[in-house]
């Protein structure tokens, strides 16, 4: 059964959302939804960090591995990418900015939250539209450590994120 968990509106320009204290024991699988998250740069792309249990922001281990398929409607192409040994958790490539079109639409499924042995994955897929170019695409990634996580942080690559919602569910356990 899907649970929402917690669901935080971006309302003004900040670095950083935490949705923290969101992982437990209670479900299994989590669902992180974002809708319509903009930024205050142009050509940013949006990005993630896991939060252990002690509280610590995974940020400096190269621990982040991500593998992604895009699709691009305007220019009718498809291109990969994959990203090795990180500091983050790429969720969009480079197309979302200021403009009034300019935002993108997520859903990421996180898997092993809870498990020490196992590495914590991620599945997502992403819609996005920069000045009527729609974009989507689909990626998995795996976070190397094996650690219990406790929750993740939003942020772009320059500047603030200036709008949207985000929200969490879980899928409780059966």
Known sequence: ?????LESDITSGVATVDLDNVFTDTYDVYL?????????????????????EDGTLEDT??????SRLHMNDF??????????DQTKFFITRTEIGTGESEFCNFEIYV???RISSKTNIIINEVALDSNADFKF?????????TEII???QFFSSS???DNGKLVVYGFRKS
């Open 61 to 66: 281990n190269s621990a982040y591995n991500t």
């Open 1 to 5: 059964m899907l649970e929402k968990i």
């Open 75 to 84: 220019t009718n192409s498809m291109s990969r990418l994959e990203t090795v």
């Open 159 to 161: 500047g603030n994120l």
């Open 150 to 152: 406790r929750g993740v």
């Open 111 to 113: 898997f092993n939250t």
């Open 137 to 145: 695409g689909r990626g998995q990634g795996y976070h190397e450590r």
């Open 32 to 52: 992180i939804k974002g809708y319509n998250i903009g930024s205050s740069s142009d050509g940013v792309t949006v990005q993630m960090r896991v939060r252990q």
